[in-house]
């Protein structure tokens, strides 16, 4: 049966057209009354092509499982049509698309696997194209940037956990507190159990050095409401200001990570506003092998209420969870107020002391793309540009000031410029002195540089060596 006012079905052979289609009728003779209405049904037709690749069209149904009225009105879907649509939800998975109620037919990416959870993301847009057995995602309407400029875009600190001034490799014991084991990246612990010993260790998948682990060594096999034991990293408002969320206009992020863990299953984590704490958006991944470095990404709508701060102070956190109890779970892939930490109904990894978990390789984009597994060593930032970024945060001085005194008495100081200026005033901690002929007084510091005073306790030579942790750090 010609199919009416459908560009798919026309042939490319010019005399093979006077009747393929049925409401447009152009052919040798005809008669002069039916010219108007052949060339209105072509203009028909192309409106229609049009209104599929506008972006006009907005999917119905439910998150995985997404409809749409063609301006066609198709009986089959034909192999090699191709639709821009509006998405109406955010899937959470496996996705189909029923196109005129002709039946649902997965969705699969280009390499022929099922969606991941936020694939489609509710008010973007969908470029899908038919092959004859599923429908394509060709490109998400936010196009992905040359690697290059995906790495510094990266709002992350330290993702491939290479940087760590304060610890190096020694491990923490971690107890209903919270502790920064590499820098921008802490583990923190809430309730009585468990204890876990966290770690930067020099494992890590092909084009990493190091990775990030945590290990109970008292285990909770039974959390109660309020335990917890996760990975977190607050991320400076300044980082976040570009995503524009709290407004209209929010941006997508693309999350992107390695895990290595000793159980699989479905682990989760989650997206906070930093410094209120009442906007969750929990994620879910999961771990397919047993101790085996798998990929993961994670697409996030933008929130578009809520506070998120764009200064100095803490803008939003990123949470990868091992173990929660009810009080930090809620649904996952939705928006909820409130302060969560991971998706109800996920694995506890501290259940006993013989299961770990491993994180490295950590982006935070914006927009919807991502870069695949064998280019994701590419977009962390190299180590020597990313200590600078660190030392933003966190950073270990030594003051060293040699000078004679004709009077044995006196005080003197010294100071030393910040080769990085800090997020804000630093807590300057005295850890080490070495002083000769003069003893320490006090320490200060502002976001460019910290300094010493002493006083000189005898004539001659005196020094003043002295060495500080000065902390800027997200709390």
């Not at 990868?320 to 009810?326: D, N, R, V």
Request: glycine share 10%; net charge neutral; charged share 10%.
């Amino acid at each position: 049966m010609p199919t009416t006012e459908d560009i798919q079905c026309w042939s490319t052979t010019a005399g093979t057209n006077a009747s393929i289609d049925a409401g447009i009728g152009w052919a040798e003779n005809q008669a002069r009354a039916s010219v108007n209405n052949s060339a209105r049904g072509m203009m028909a037709a192309h409106a229609k092509h049009r209104n599929l690749n506008n972006g006009s069209i907005t999917t119905g149904g439910s998150a995985n499982a997404q409809t749409f009225t063609s301006p066609v009105g198709y009986g089959v879907v034909p192999t090699g049509l191709r639709a821009l649509l509006k998405i109406g939800f955010t899937n959470s998975g496996s996705t189909t698309l029923n196109m005129d109620g002709i039946g649902a037919v997965t969705i699969k990416d280009q390499a022929g696997n099922n969606l991941d959870a936020n694939a489609l993301v509710a008010g973007r847009y969908a470029d899908l194209l038919y092959n004859g057995t599923n429908w394509i995602l060709m490109q998400s309407a936010t196009v992905a940037p040359a690697l290059d400029a995906m790495a510094y875009n990266g709002m992350q600190i330290n993702g491939a956990m290479e940087v760590s001034q304060e610890n190096g490799v020694a491990p923490i014991l971690v107890t209903n507190n919270q502790f920064y084991i590499v820098d921008g990246w802490k583990v923190a612990c809430g309730g009585t159990t468990p204890t876990v010993r966290a770690e930067q260790i020099v494992v890590a998948p092909i084009g990493f050095n190091r990775a990030l682990q945590i290990r109970a060594t008292v285990a909770n096999a039974a959390p109660a409401a309020t335990d917890y034991c996760a990975y977190i990293q607050h991320i400076e408002g300044y980082r976040i200001s570009r995503l524009w969320w709290g407004l209209a206009q929010a941006s997508p992020i693309t999350l992107g990570f390695w895990v290595f863990s000793t159980i699989t299953g479905t682990f989760s984590g989650t997206v906070r506003n930093g410094i209120t704490a009442n906007r969750s958006y929990a994620f879910t991944y999961v771990v397919n092998a047993v101790s085996t470095w798998e990929y993961k990404t994670v697409t996030i709508a933008g929130d578009t209420t809520g506070t998120w701060v764009t200064d100095n102070t803490a803008g939003m956190s990123i949470t990868f969870t091992a173990m929660s109890g009810t009080t930090y779970l809620t649904a996952p892939n939705v928006w909820t107020a409130g302060n969560f930490l991971g998706a109800t109904g996920t694995n506890n990894l501290v259940k006993n002391t013989t299961d770990l978990m491993v994180i490295t390789g950590v982006v935070l984009l914006p927009g919807t793309g991502a870069p695949s597994a064998a280019q994701s060593s590419l977009i962390t930032r190299p180590f020597d540009q990313e200590l600078q970024t660190c030392k933003r945060y966190w950073e270990k001085v030594r003051i060293y000031n040699v000078s004679y005194s004709t009077s044995g008495t006196g005080v003197m100081g010294m100071a030393v410029r910040f080769p990085v200026e800090k997020r804000s005033a630093p807590t300057s901690t005295l850890v080490a002195n070495a002083f000769s002929n003069a003893t320490f007084l006090s320490t200060a510091a502002n976001a460019t540089e910290v300094q010493c005073i002493g006083s000189v306790t005898a004539t001659g030579t005196y020094i003043l060596d002295a060495t500080f942790t000065c902390d800027a750090r997200l709390p």
